[in-house]
């Protein structure tokens, strides 16, 4: 069914903001807070917490915070060059 709603400016905003970072349509977003106020539908329950496998190495690396940041910042650059077609050689 389409009908027509009167509906805050700031509160559409929001709605329609929140439903773009959850990957749905507006409509979407709005019929699942409605079921969720008519206490037809539960509201979402945290999902439950995903184990991350960890490596430990034999010995450890002792890096600075400022060389790990270091690292991934150029890893992240070698991430992003690549994706463009951009190929660094190692030095």
Known sequence: MQTTLRIDDQLYREAKAEAAREGI???RFLESA????LGKTPPAAPG???PFPVYIPETPLN???EE???IDQEEQMRHDLKKLGI???DA
């Open 25 to 27: 349509t507006l409509t």
């Open 34 to 37: 409605l079921r969720m106020k």
């Open 48 to 50: 439950k917490p995903h």
């Open 63 to 65: 890096l600075t915070n």
């Open 68 to 70: 790990i940041k270091r």
């Open 87 to 89: 190929e660094l050689e």
